[in-house]
C-alpha cells in the first residue's frame, strides 16, 4: 500500500485505486468537532487524488467501536447556539462524504452506535461483522438525533426506524440485514477483505461511469425518482462523448478486459 500523508485521526492508504481510509481517536472514536475537521481534509485528499477510484472506511483492530457516534465531553459544553452551529458544521461536513464522487464502503467490525450508524448510513455499502450493532441511542442522552431522518431516506420501514428512535436498543447486524440496510454480515476477521473485494471490483470499472452513477444515484434519494432517472439520463450522454464509453462496449463484445483512461 502507499500511505498518504498524515491527517490528524485519520490513516490514509492507497492500494489498487482503493482508499483505505481508518479512523484513529482511541478509545470509541468518538466524533468531536476537531474529528470532523480532520473529515473534512481526508474528503479534499480524496477529492484531489486522481488514483483514488473507491473508499474503505474501517477502524483500527484494537477499537472499541467502529465510530462512537458523538463526543459526550463536547455536549456537555454546548448550549442551544453552540449546538445549533456545531451540527450545522457536522451536516456540512456529513453531506460533503455523502456526495464523495467515489463510491464509499463502510468496513464495521466494532459497534456503530449514533452517529456511527449515521456515517454508515451516508456510505454506499455496508459490510458488518456478525459480532457489531448499532444503535440510535440519543433519546437517552434527551436528544432527538433528526429523529430518524438520515433513515427514512433508506426507506427502512417505518415501524422500525421508530423502534429504534423511541427505545434506543441496540440493533444486531443481521437484523439491520434482514431490513436492507447492511449489504454483508460476515465474520469480524472478514469484514476487510469483504470491503475491499467489493471496493477493488468497484475500482476497475470506467471512473467516469462510476461517479456518474454514484451522482445520479444520490440526486435521486433527495428528489426523488422522476429527477433522478432524468439526471441520470442527462450523465450517460456526457459519458457517450468520453473515452470509456466505446471501449466499455467494445471489450465486453470482443471479450476481452477494457481499457479505461477516462476519469
Known sequence: ???????????????????????????????????????????????????????????????????????????????????????????????????????????????????????????????????????????D???????GAYLLRLHLPVPFIREMILTGRKVSAKELHDVGFVNYVVPKEGVLSKAFEIAEAIAAKSAAAVRAIKKSANLMDRAGWDEGRAAAHRLSETLVDGPDYKEAISAFLERRKPSFTGR
Open 1 to 139: 500500500m502507499v500511505t498518504s500523508p498524515a491527517i490528524e485521526f485519520f490513516h490514509i492508504e492507497l492500494r489498487n485505486g482503493v482508499a483505505l481510509v481508518t479512523i484513529d481517536r482511541p478509545p470509541v472514536n468518538a466524533m468531536s468537532r476537531e474529528v470532523y475537521e480532520s473529515l473534512d481534509r481526508v474528503i479534499d485528499h480524496i477529492e484531489a487524488t486522481e488514483e483514488i477510484r473507491a473508499v474503505v472506511l474501517a477502524c483500527k483492530a484494537e477499537a472499541r467501536a467502529w465510530i462512537g457516534g458523538g463526543d459526550l465531553n463536547e455536549f456537555l459544553t454546548l448550549n442551544s447556539e453552540t449546538r445549533r452551529d456545531r451540527h450545522a458544521y457536522v451536516e456540512s461536513v456529513t453531506d460533503r462524504f455523502y456526495n464523495l464522487s467515489c463510491p464509499t464502503i463502510a468496513a464495521v467490525s466494532m459497534p456503530a452506535p449514533g452517529g456511527g450508524m449515521v456515517i454508515a448510513s451516508f456510505c454506499d455499502i455496508i459490510v458488518a461483522a456478525d459480532t457489531a450493532f448499532f444503535s440510535m441511542p440519543e433519546v
Open 141 to 147: 442522552r434527551s436528544l432527538t438525533g433528526g429523529a
